[in-house]
């Protein structure tokens, strides 16, 4: 062992446990004979100088969680024999805390040498791991691969009992609980098991991103150990010259053993990873049309109510706009309006608007979407009279109260642009044909009608010059959303070679197209990650929403498990996007279908995109899309209860605080009734809400706007649902004293549009601040708990009004107040407020 050794080290071990700032227990750095330890409260790793390997232990009974781990970069490991390492211990300060590290390097015979960074914090129970290499070869390495974990977890443990595992897949990949033995995945991985009482979960994977994608695997053995291992991969790889380092601090792994509660556990990663990687994450508080959408006969198409057609140009885009403030739904949001200029290059039309991208590209046609003589003819996106520029249509959406956005194909080609500028092409080449894995010529549609090539590269100066224009004059423009369509394809933003740049990796690449567009049009511009063909977390911090489905205007129980098993994920990393949705298009064809359709994708996504134009859409579905909106701002959604017990997760939980939560029921089945149901208290851990046996709640149903009932919470409760329904529910605590229990103003019963709520046991009233919409009734209801309501008091800016119970005012005045007694059971009643404009009221409930 050659690490060295320092005094103030000698002071750390002899005097015992250091204390952080906030009370806690500092990380400790130990050495001994042989090997280096780092320790925290929660974990210890022990790093074995003499092999190679390290062991971690879990401080709870001091039982071993992970054995003989070592590290591989390509095929060189780190127990290879007659490896040598050394160790250095460092200091650890970042966004997830205060901690310590140690960087072990190991001398491989023969081969690099091997650099991982082990890191504990003061006051969390994750061991952060960094993999790199010296190359100490002579020779250029081109690394595609390196692992900073593969050993051997929890053995000794009963892994059999409730096996369990979910992936960590993103984008179009699949997600689901599996109790397979074994598990792979890109970003992440959740394997948990054990009885009541022992539940153990292990939460493995990407902590961070830069220049590698990240995957992590799990495979249960025949003694019930788990092997595990985390892999960064790369198709290029990295290069990195003889002489030289490779340690990035910002493509790091994360490894969680000590959070047991498998929800608890995946939700601590993501929060992990937003700081680790620093996600700031605009909220998409609106809903999203789209004209290629909204014209296309068999998706939104189709005569509005006064025989208009919708079309995608940015004529079509200006008169979409002009549908949505007739509608009348800028009183509750603002409205994106999103053009797709989606000419591709074919046999007939080489020439394109792709990597052009301006203003007299985007005029291109022709409508090369005609579907046969007589049917329809469809609009490509051009920039027309008279807005035929970007900042003209732009310009008019945003004076309407609108936000415009465009759409880029990321990688397709216009043949002239190729040609023009050769050098912005991969391997510098303007007609590079794209090859399949077999090295055959590569195909746009199956019948072989057009030979495709190789995209842009986004490592050459040439071109980034080019991208800083495009994105710097959209900005100028008023664009503040774009579309990336496409951009995963081999052939496009992630190839497998041809980069300007030799240090480049392909995932480097790749986020070169979304970080150029977000500096360009500034951090809070809306970006779109079209990624179906892989799963991949790696442009997490720059992307704002990335897309689940092809094309679709519907919604099924597959689409909303895929985005509800990722809950830990969507609104905190990015915001998960099924697609188009279409009231006209839902199951079951009546308002449950709607409502359902609109519902899920609140509660288990993080965006929308109507797909009819607003003016197709009766006042009924205007009514209940504004029930949606505008999202709630806070990096949460509800998780999926009963994740681990079916298929299909059936009970949603949206935890507001230890008194209050929002509870939905999901019948998948849009044919026949569903009863449903969940344990209010128990272990959540196993399917229950956690809530308190010894109290009593009220539960108040959205949509069918009744109460259902005071439930103990010592009991399961249960519903039937109609075919296809999704019910929303209050489920509020039972206390002494009158209390809120939902509104009528937004699916979420008050979380978004109840600025405060306070009960005032002095003067004995009940009051608050609510966002009013102007012209619309609002409506509070609220349990009277034994207590006779006297009077209510609406105020805003301007006025105020005390008006008896079931009197309304006979003023002319900006705000009112009125108090009924509902029908049903007894106890309750409605305050309703009215108020001419958009607005805050306080409002007050008094009480004998």
């Known amino acids: 062992m050659t690490s060295a050794f320092h005094p103030w080290l000698l002071c750390l071990v002899l005097g015992g446990p250091l204390v952080a700032a906030d009370g806690t227990r500092a990380v400790q750095f130990v050495e001994s004979a042989g ?22 232990y879990d401080q709870r009974g001091e039982r071993v969680v992970l054995v003989d781990a070592v590290t591989r970069v390509a095929t060189a490991r780190s127990d290879a024999a007659g490896a ?14 205060m901690g310590r590290a140690m960087l072990v390097a190991s001398d491989i015979p023969g081969g690099p040498r091997i650099l991982l960074r082990l890191a504990l914090y003061d006051d969390d129970p994750v061991l952060a791991l960094t993999v790199g290499l010296e190359n100490t070869t002579g020779a250029v390495l081109q690394v595609k691969e390196m692992s900073p974990l593969v050993g051997i977890a929890f053995q000794g443990f009963d892994t059999q009992t409730d096996y369990a595992t979910l992936d960590g897949n993103s984008g179009g990949g699949k997600t689901a609980v599996s109790r397979e033995p074994s598990r792979r995945s890109l970003n992440n991985l959740l394997a948990t098991f054990g009885p009541r009482g022992a539940k153990r979960s292990l939460v493995l994977g990407g902590l961070s991103y830069s220049e590698f994608e990240k995957d992590a695997e799990v495979e249960r053995l025949a003694d019930g150990s788990l092997r595990v291992g985390m892999t960064a991969r790369d198709p290029v790889g990295k290069r990195v010259d003889p002489g030289t380092r490779y340690l990035v601090a910002q493509d790091r792994f994360q490894i969680d053993f000590a959070t047991d509660n498998p929800f608890e556990a995946v939700e601590a990663y993501a929060e992990r990873v937003r700081l680790a990687q620093g996600v700031v994450l605009p909220v998409c508080r609106f809903p999203i049309v789209d004209t290629w959408f909204a014209q296309v006969p068999h998706f939104g198409g189709g005569e509005d109510r006064a025989g208009y057609r919708a079309r995608n140009d940015s004529l079509g885009a200006v008169e979409e706009m002009e549908a949505v403030s007739r509608s009348g739904f800028l009183k509750y949001s603002t409205v994106a309006v999103l053009i797709e200029p989606d000419l591709y290059e074919s046999l007939t039309n080489k020439n394109t608007q792709q990597g052009w991208w301006d203003d007299e590209h985007w005029q291109r046609g ?30 008019a959406i945003r004076a309407l109260g609108g936000i415009p956005m465009i759409y880029v194909q990321t990688g397709f080609r216009s043949q002239d642009y190729a040609e023009s500028f050769p050098g912005h092409m991969l391997y510098n080449e303007p007609n590079r044909p794209h090859l399949t894995d077999t090295g055959e010529q590569a195909y746009r549609d199956k019948e072989k009608k057009y030979p495709r090539k190789l995209g842009y590269d986004y490592t050459d100066p040439g071109f980034i010059r080019h991208l800083r224009e495009v994105w710097e004059r959209l900005r100028l423009a008023g664009i503040q959303g774009v579309k990336f369509d496409y951009p995963d394809y081999p052939f496009t933003g992630w190839p497998a070679g041809g980069m300007e740049d030799r240090y480049a990796t392909t995932a480097m690449h790749y986020r070169n197209v979304f970080r150029l567009a977000q500096e360009g049009l500034g951090p809070e511009a809306y970006l779109h990650e079209r ?50 949705k279409n009231p006209f298009h839902a199951l079951p064809a009546n308002r449950d279908g709607v409502r359902s359709m609109l519902t899920m994708t609140y509660v288990a996504s993080g965006t929308l995109m109507i797909v009819p134009s607003f003016g197709r859409m009766p006042p009924e579905q205007i009514h209940d899309l504004s029930r949606l909106y505008p ?31 929002q509870l939905t029921f999901y019948n998948p089945d849009s044919e026949a009734p569903m009863r449903i149901g969940v344990e209010l208290a128990g272990d959540t851990a196993f399917g229950a809400l956690g809530l308190d046996a010894a109290k009593e709640y009220y539960v108040y149903d959205f949509w069918n706007d009744r109460l259902i009932g005071r439930i103990s919470g010592a009991q399961r409760f249960e519903q039937t649902l109609r075919p296809g329904e999704a019910r929303m529910m209050a489920v509020r605590e039972t206390v002494a004293h009158p209390q809120l229990l939902s509104t009528d103003r937004h699916v979420m019963q008050g979380y978004v549009d109840v600025l405060g709520c306070e009960w005032d046991a002095t003067k004995r009233e009940l ?75 306080a409002w007050s409930l008094a009480f004998d």
């Open 35 to 56: 090997a280096v330890s780092l320790e925290n409260r929660f974990l210890r790793v022990r790093y074995d100088l003499t092999r190679g390997t390290y062991m971690v």
């Open 84 to 97: 040598r390492h050394t160790v250095q211990p460092e200091p650890l300060a970042d966004a997830l805390g």
């Open 366 to 395: 022709p409508n090369n979407r005609t579907r046969g003589a007589g049917s329809w003819v469809s609009s490509n996106g051009q920039f027309v009279p008279p807005y035929e520029t970007a900042r003209k249509w732009a310009g």
């Open 531 to 580: 990624t179906l063909a892989r799963g991949s977390d790696v442009t997490l911090g720059l992307i704002t929403s990335q897309r689940t489905e092809g094309d679709t205007d519907k919604i099924n129980p597959a689409m909303v498990s895929r985005v509800g098993l990722r809950w830990y994920k969507n609104r905190v990393l990015m915001n998960y996007d099924m697609d188009g």
């Open 631 to 661: 999202f709630h701002a806070n990096r949460q959604s509800a998780r999926p209860v009963d994740a681990f017990e079916r298929e299909v997760p059936q009970v949603y939980q949206f935890r507001i605080d230890a008194g209050s939560q």
């Open 767 to 841: 009051r608050g601040v609510s966002a009013v919409i102007g012209g619309e009734p609002y409506r509070l209801v609220i349990a009277t708990n034994g207590h006779t309501p006297k009077a209510a008091v609406a105020v805003d800016d301007t006025i105020e009004r005390s008006l008896q119970i079931s009197r309304v005012s006979a003023v002319k005045s900006t705000t009112t107040a009125e108090v009924n007694a509902l029908a049903g059971p007894a106890g309750l009643v409605e305050v309703r407020l009215q108020r001419s404009e958009n607005g805050p009221v």
